[in-house]
């Protein structure tokens, strides 16, 4: 890549960087995207399920077509990395790379529209949303697929710890799948000192908690993946009262739908069971869910040639992870595959939605090569 477009890059992940916006309030992000696609000439349609932007290349006169997308919003997170073009924005952060992930997809834009080596249509989806807010199934609802027809499908993410500027790609699952937990109890209130007139709901969670804990030990295959974390609990507002109502809220991760719909039915049982046995009430709610990301094997192949054959260095024996990524929603409508570049080592508190985590603007010329081969090498094969 030109040094004058790494510079460029550079400095438009830095502005993204220093205003983030939370999901679904992309409004800014969006303008910024649609304002670089004016001035590289690309023509686009913005307002595509919320905030969402996509931008379309077209090149000689066959009609095969792709898709690359990126993700647009930051987390509700307080930046502490002291960084110059650190967060403008006090309690939003760009904690996942997301600012990078835009301005990779605009690279490859620029990229695209100065190569004339390739032939058909490339699709550039700017994302809203991607943090637990939906946002890839509302492009969906919305007809990306329809009104911006592609026959494939690629995308990144950033991975710390993982050698700055390595692409990885797996064949087969990447992400896993997952669901929020969010879980009520209902009892009554009483004086601390008469527990006795109390059903209470602090005694109910602790035993709801430690209960959860066997799902994934005694009934989950050992040979399966998943996780059930409870990440927040919330309870009373005296220590000498036992009060009516505590809630928790977490998060159940899995691959395989068999194993989703095991969770699903574990977590009600035992939550029912112990309110039950506590005597409180308790409400369930496992809600927004995302499918595991789960690459298609001819593409996985396509996009680690493509960037091997741009002279990347390419790994294919990554293990999974259990983060999640709605980009599987556009992995079940499409054939495609989900990469990782590289985001170079990972200290104690630099890692993905942590208050110092950054993106690594040295891996803008490799994640934008990367996303601009995967579109040529599938205009180029065909599905
Ligand atoms: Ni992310």
Same mark, same amino acid.
């Given at each position: 890549?030109?040094?004058?477009?790494?510079?460029?890059?550079?400095?438009?992940?830095?502005?993204?960087?220093?205003?983030?916006?939370?999901?679904?309030?992309?409004?800014?992000?969006?303008?910024?995207?649609?304002?670089? *696609?004016?001035?590289?000439?690309?023509?686009?349609?913005?307002?595509?399920?919320?905030?969402?932007?996509?931008?379309? *290349?077209?090149?000689?006169?066959?009609?095969? =077509?792709?898709?690359?997308?990126?993700?647009?919003?930051?987390?509700?997170?307080?930046?502490?990395?002291?960084?110059? +073009?650190?967060?403008?924005?006090?309690?939003?952060?760009?904690?996942?790379?997301?600012?990078?992930?835009?301005?990779?997809?605009?690279?490859?834009?620029?990229?695209?529209? #100065?190569?004339?080596?390739?032939?058909?249509?490339?699709?550039?989806?700017?994302?809203?949303?991607?943090?637990? +807010?939906? &946002?890839?199934?509302?492009?969906?609802?919305?007809?990306?697929?329809?009104?911006?027809?592609?026959?494939?499908?690629?995308? +990144?993410?950033?991975?710390?710890?993982?050698?700055?500027?390595?692409?990885?790609?797996?064949?087969?699952? $990447? @992400?896993?799948?997952? @669901?929020?937990?969010?879980?009520?109890?209902?009892?009554?209130? =009483?004086?601390?000192?008469?527990?006795?007139?109390?059903?209470?709901?602090?005694?109910?969670?602790?035993? !709801?908690?430690?209960?959860?804990?066997?799902?994934?030990?005694?009934?989950?295959?050992?040979?399966?993946?998943?996780?059930?974390?409870?990440?927040? $609990?919330?309870?009373?507002?005296?220590?000498?009262? !036992?009060?009516?109502? #505590? /809630?928790?809220?977490?998060?159940?991760?899995?691959?395989?739908? #068999?194993?989703?719909?095991?969770?699903?039915?574990?977590?009600?049982?035992?939550?029912?069971?112990?309110?039950?046995?506590? &005597?409180?009430? /308790?409400?369930?709610?496992?809600?927004?869910?995302?499918? #595991?990301? $789960?690459?298609?094997?001819?593409?996985?192949?396509?996009?680690?040639?493509?960037?091997?054959?741009?002279?990347?260095?390419?790994?294919?024996?990554?293990?999974?992870?259990?983060?999640?990524?709605? %980009?599987?929603?556009?992995?079940?409508?499409?054939?495609?595959? %989900?990469?990782? $570049? &590289?985001?170079?080592?990972?200290?104690?508190?630099? &890692?993905?939605?942590?208050?110092?985590?950054?993106?690594?603007?040295?891996?803008?010329?490799?994640?934008?090569?990367?996303?601009?081969?995967?579109?040529?090498?599938?205009?180029?094969?065909?599905?």
């Amino acid at each position: 890549m030109e040094p004058k477009l790494v510079e460029t890059l550079t400095g438009w992940r830095r502005h993204l960087h220093a205003h983030p916006e939370l999901s679904l309030q992309e409004r800014n992000t969006a303008a910024f995207v649609c304002d670089r *696609l004016k001035e590289l000439g690309i023509p686009f349609e913005a307002g595509v399920g919320g905030n969402g932007v996509v931008a379309t *290349l077209t090149r000689g006169a066959s009609n095969r =077509s792709v898709g690359l997308r990126a993700d647009m919003d930051a987390l509700p997170i307080l930046e502490a990395t002291g960084l110059p +073009y650190a967060s403008s924005h006090s309690g939003v952060m760009h904690a996942c790379g997301h600012d990078g992930h835009t301005t990779s997809l605009l690279g490859a834009a620029a990229l695209l529209a #100065a190569d004339p080596s390739w032939n058909g249509t490339v699709r550039l989806i700017f994302q809203p949303g991607e943090e637990g +807010y939906g &946002g890839a199934e509302a492009m969906l609802k919305d007809g990306v697929l329809e009104r911006f027809p592609m026959e494939r499908v690629f995308a +990144y993410h950033n991975w710390p710890g993982l050698e700055a500027g390595t692409i990885a790609v797996h064949d087969g699952p $990447v @992400m896993a799948g997952g @669901m929020r937990i969010h879980i009520v109890l209902d009892g009554r209130a =009483s004086h601390a000192g008469m527990p006795h007139l109390s059903h209470d709901p602090v005694v109910a969670t602790g035993h !709801v908690i430690v209960a959860l804990q066997s799902i994934v030990a005694r009934n989950v295959d050992p040979l399966e993946s998943a996780v059930v974390t409870i990440g927040m $609990v919330q309870a009373g507002t005296a220590p000498n009262q !036992v009060p009516a109502q #505590a /809630a928790l809220h977490g998060t159940a991760r899995f691959f395989r739908p #068999a194993v989703e719909k095991l969770l699903d039915e574990s977590i009600h049982r035992v939550v029912e069971g112990i309110a039950a046995t506590m &005597g409180v009430k /308790a409400e369930i709610d496992l809600s927004d869910r995302v499918p #595991a990301t $789960v690459n298609t094997s001819a593409e996985a192949t396509l996009a680690a040639e493509a960037a091997a054959e741009a002279g990347l260095t390419v790994r294919r024996d990554l293990a999974p992870a259990m983060t999640s990524e709605d %980009f599987s929603h556009f992995l079940l409508k499409r054939p495609g595959a %989900f990469l990782w $570049v &590289g985001n170079g080592p990972v200290e104690s508190g630099t &890692g993905l939605h942590n208050p110092r985590y950054n993106f690594n603007d040295a891996i803008l010329p490799s994640a934008a090569t990367a996303l601009a081969a995967a579109a040529k090498r599938a205009l180029r094969e065909g599905v």
